[in-house]
């Protein structure tokens, strides 16, 4: 079973900064799917940026951009300039690329990212 | 946009009660999640569903049960509420992996926040 472990539960920033959140998980299938997720307190939780395994450019969406270290099994976000809005809980996911999966995502406990005016 | 619902933000049941918890999608989505989330363990699965009428466990599937009797509307039934199923839930919704493919995302609701005393 594939496993993602989120090793800081809590993380700040000042505002503009830059701050990286990091994942690692275990897998032994090479084709699968990893994602970002923010939850916003008190409200619902949205997808930040997705990867495919096989791909070995580094997604980005906006300020969000991953590492994506295959062979590590690494996986964190960086958040640039840091805004008042990025603050939130922020879950890594796994999937399978396999269509026979279950459908599942494994999800990491989750950093509490904390934005400093 | 897609519009996952839940029936209700928060809810407070006796032990021993029986509860609905009620998710509907407005997406056509195939597949349907109910989690459970809880500090510092993330989201973990509790069933999913891929077609009306059709369910499969999660990893924590002990103490309850759903229906999904409507492709829109998937159900997640605590039989006997404990104590130990305070939590918050969270409803997802998704299009097969498949169809999906490097789009693959799931949507979730706002979630309903259960205490059980």
């Known amino acids: 079973a594939q496993t993602v472990t989120q090793s800081q539960p809590e993380m700040s920033v000042q505002e503009a900064e830059t701050v990286t959140l990091s994942c690692t998980y275990d897998?032994?299938?090479?084709?699968?799917?990893l994602f970002w997720y923010k939850q916003p307190p008190s409200r619902q939780m949205i997808l930040v940026i997705r990867?495919?395994?096989?791909?070995?450019q580094n997604a980005t969406e906006n300020r969000f951009s991953v590492n994506f270290q295959k062979a590590a099994k690494s996986f964190s976000l960086k958040i640039s300039d840091s805004q008042l809005g990025d603050a939130a809980m922020y879950f890594c996911?796994?999937?399978?690329?396999?269509?026979?999966?279950?459908?599942?995502?494994?999800f990491g406990g989750g950093t509490r990212l904390m934005v400093k005016p | 946009d897609v519009k996952v619902t839940q029936s209700s933000r928060y809810l407070v049941k006796r032990t021993g009660e029986k509860v609905f918890l009620e998710c509907v999608q407005d997406?056509?989505?195939?597949?349907m999640f109910w989690y459970r989330q809880d500090p510092g363990l993330g989201l973990r699965l509790i069933y999913f569903?891929?077609?009306?009428?059709?369910?499969e466990k999660g990893d924590i599937p002990e103490g309850y049960s759903v229906s999904r009797e409507k492709k829109e509307r998937f159900s997640l039934i605590l039989e006997s509420a404990s104590t130990n199923q305070t939590s918050m839930y969270l409803c997802?919704?998704?299009?097969?992996?498949?169809?999906?493919?490097?789009?693959?995302?799931?949507?979730f609701g706002p979630g309903t926040r259960l205490t059980v005393t």
């Open positions: 997802a919704s998704s299009l097969f992996l498949g169809l999906a493919g490097g789009n693959y995302e799931q949507y």
């Open positions: 897998t032994s299938e090479s084709d699968y799917y």
């Open positions: 990867q495919e395994a096989y791909k070995q």
């Open positions: 996911a796994y999937r399978s690329a396999l269509n026979n999966a279950g459908n599942m995502l494994t």
């Open positions: 997406m056509d989505h195939e597949n």
């Open positions: 569903s891929y077609d009306v009428k059709m369910k």
